[in-house]
């Protein structure tokens, strides 16, 4: 009799550690399934977001920084509106919104948390997802956004046609602004009427139409030196009007002298640089003591 009683109790032992640990083990997958569909928005946020700024950056560049924002669905199309989201997924509340950060950068062109210079171009995105009672858990994350895709070119390979009317072009073709000692009359070239003084050529003004101001990635010219210079400089402006202020990579006294062939970075922020502008344009300097340099491409990449 002993016996049965003592067996009858250890089984009411093992059924109740039985139930302990499915409890534990519901509970676990319960907080697993929760955070699965936490991760599952996050990437989802996060995949909308990178192509909101692939097709129109100004939709978050000019967005209030570090305010929160919500993705808002309408059919097949997204738009961003202030505030967070909420919503319930398999019986589980969540709250889902997204800030946007200016990012600087060192001398390097590392990114700094403090300090360095800002970067127009880039732009730090942080998503936070928040779940369960009273959305007490949690999920958060960033990543950077490049204005570097889409990129487009202006391509100025011939200035043959002679000068042009001031009015904005949107690519460029066989004209140009002003020019002094420079030839032009060969296609697809120019170089310098004499090898005695500097010849200037000024361009066209191009018509990036992005309302708000394109971004500027990099410059370069194909050609021959032939053991003279080549300098540029560009202006931008909001207004086809200008006004037109040259500037190299620093300031108004220096100039871009990428080598043939290679393309060089085009500033990003203070004075010289033409970041989110409208419209912009080149100004060419040839020098030489001997043979004129010979120019036969002038290439300004930017994205839109």
Do not use: C
Request: hydrophobic fraction near 30%; proline fraction near 4%.
């Amino acid at each position: 009799m002993v016996e049965v009683m003592l067996s009858i109790f250890l089984s009411v032992i093992f059924i109740a550690a039985s139930t302990v640990v499915m409890g534990v083990s519901l509970k676990n997958m319960t907080a697993n399934k929760a955070r699965n569909q936490a991760v599952s928005l996050y990437n989802q946020a996060a995949e909308i977001i990178a192509s909101v700024g692939k097709n129109n950056w100004h939709g978050l560049y000019d967005l209030t920084k570090d305010s929160d924002y919500q993705l808002t669905r309408s059919g097949n199309n997204w738009s961003i509106t202030s505030g967070q989201e909420t919503d319930t997924v398999n019986n589980i509340p969540y709250k889902r919104y997204f800030r946007v950060s200016n990012v600087n950068r060192d001398a390097s062109g590392n990114i700094i948390t403090s300090g360095g210079s800002d970067d127009p171009n880039t732009q730090k995105i942080t998503i936070y997802v928040n779940y369960g009672y009273n959305y007490l858990n949690s999920i958060s994350g960033f990543f950077y956004l490049t204005r570097s895709f889409n990129n487009k070119v202006f391509y100025q390979t011939d200035w043959s046609g002679g000068t042009d009317s001031g009015s904005p072009v949107p690519t460029p073709g066989n004209q140009y602004a002003t020019s002094t000692n420079i030839t032009v009359s060969t296609a697809g070239q120019i170089s310098l009427t004499s090898t005695s003084s500097q010849g200037v050529l000024e361009s066209s003004i191009f018509d990036t139409g992005v309302i708000n101001g394109a971004g500027y990635n990099s410059l370069l010219w194909q050609g021959s030196l032939n053991g003279g210079t080549v300098q540029l400089q560009l202006a931008s402006s909001n207004s086809d009007a200008g006004p037109w202020t040259y500037y190299g990579p620093t300031s108004q006294s220096d100039y871009y002298t990428p080598t043939p062939g290679f393309s060089t970075e085009i500033a990003k922020n203070g004075s010289a640089s033409p970041q989110n502008k409208r419209f912009i344009r080149y100004k060419v300097f040839i020098n030489t003591t001997s043979n004129s340099p010979v120019i036969s491409d002038i290439i300004i990449n930017w994205s839109p």
